[in-house]
């Protein structure tokens, strides 16, 4: 059986998790601390981040966008029944715009939003790098950022069925498995953005999802919203 290497607040991890969901394959997940940096992983990720995905015991793949196009590649099709699911779907133009939008919230987002938001609200209080009470205007900035990118989330889906066409594709999955971390966290302003919360609702009851939904991370418990699977 396969092996996930993950945090639950890791919007990468999330979205190899919902990747497998979608896949209907089954992973053993062994959590890792992204913040300890222990040796022993480090001797798999020497880059020391999450996700990993542990094929057998010679083949360990890191990072999200490599375990997205592994699976794309082992799994051309569901092995209970044989359908077709792809992460990467329709032609080449189709799929670029797929890669090009998992690449913008795995990074872009990432990097205005997700990182520091996670850290300051969650990572800061278990790890050993907290110096200082957060930052007000730092939480301001990445507020507003948030706001900035649920806005480019709304345009698409009030233009497209799903973010990157019609069908639903790695793309949805990435940057629902950043929103989720900051749904988790209480952070993301819904009543403001009734059409991004709209496709968020559609992901959110796909089965993929439900063992996000299920995730309680030990001294912090989600909004009550959080779990359910129309708001």
Known sequence: MLRLIHHPLCPHSR???LALGELR????LSEEQP??????????????????????????????YAISEYLEDTYPADPQDGRRVPLFPGDRE?????????????????HD???????????????????NPPDSANLRNLASNLRY????????????????????????????????????????????????????????SRPSFHPLLDDRLPGRTPPAYYSDLDF
């Open 113 to 131: 939003v997700t990182r520091d938001l996670t850290f300051e609200r969650y990572y800061a209080h278990h790890s050993k790098t907290r110096r």
């Open 149 to 204: 990118h649920l806005k480019y989330v709304s345009y698409l889906t009030d233009h497209r069925r799903w973010l990157a066409g019609e069908d639903l594709s790695f793309a949805d999955l990435a940057a629902a498995a950043h929103i989720s971390c900051l749904d988790y966290l209480g952070e993301v302003p819904w009543d403001d953005f009734p059409v991004a919360r709209a496709w968020y609702v559609r992901l959110k």
């Open 15 to 17: 979205s190899i998790r």
């Open 25 to 28: 394959v089954k992973a053993e």
């Open 35 to 64: 913040w300890s940096y222990r040796p022993e992983f480090l001797a798999i990720n020497p880059a020391g981040h999450l996700p990993v995905l542990i094929a057998d015991e010679h083949i360990a793949i890191a990072g999200a």
């Open 94 to 110: 189709e799929r670029a715009e797929t890669r090009r939008l998992v690449d913008w919230f795995h990074n872009k987002f990432d």
